[in-house]
């Protein structure tokens, strides 16, 4: 694995879809396939359209990712198993949330989700709703996430800024991390997201967090949190909040 590295955005970044899907030879595509049947027996997840980074293309002006469709199964299949040719590799955004009283806001996965008890921050992968023409809006994707997952409105954010890219990692997956402000307390912003738990409890859904981690943005808090946390992380986390002390 190669270890997660951080670097600042220094340039623009364009993600770009290309109009034509993935293609996987066949015999890759049955492997994929029989996984697929056997992982998803009971139905937890929904094989919904995943983007796979084809190309990358860097100059001293701007960065450039080509992607291409394919799906989660495909996505799935690529971070359960150790294969690595025709492994589906994605960008992603994830945006670290810090109230106005300096509290900074991740999560634990709930239990029906891939990555079960693993901190993260908000953020997701892309769907075709953060399209504009045939670009990818990172910035869009994330907010986006923020209220599914948080039940955060973009009126309550203050600012929302790009930080960090995120190559090498777990899986080699890039993302793009985002910094976003809130205009909210840690009580009003837990005010709402317990009645937005209530709200999808009652629908019958459950909330992407079984649990949200709240820790203070102060170098000491930082790092007694970094020191003693012993729960898996993504890969991009403990960087993060060192690039915070």
Known sequence: ????????????????????????????????????????????????????????????????????????????????????????????????????????????????TAYPGRLQCVGGGLNRSDLHGNQFKLQDSVLREMTEELGIHIDCVKACSIRFLK????????????????????????????????DLLANGEETEFVELILVMNEPDVLDAFIQHNHRPSVDYLIPLLKQLK
């Open 1 to 112: 694995m190669k270890p997660a590295i951080l670097q600042v955005i220094s340039k623009p970044l364009k993600i770009v879809l290309d109009n034509h899907p993935i293609q996987l030879p066949e015999s890759f595509l049955s492997e994929v396939n029989t996984f697929w049947s056997r992982y998803n027996h009971d139905n937890r997840f929904t094989n919904g359209e995943v983007f796979h980074i084809h190309e990358v293309k860097e100059t001293d002006r701007e960065m450039i990712l080509y992607l291409k469709s394919s799906n989660y199964a495909h996505y799935l299949y690529s971070v359960k198993t150790d294969i690595c040719l025709h492994a589906c590799r994605v960008i992603y955004g994830a945006g670290l949330v810090e109230t106005s009283d300096s509290y900074l806001v991740f999560g634990a996965m709930n239990e029906l």
């Open 167 to 198: 190559t090498g990692g777990d899986y080699d997956f890039i993302a793009v991390l985002f910094h976003i402000e809130l205009e909210l307390t840690r009580d009003q912003l837990m005010d709402k997201y317990n009645e937005f738990s209530k």
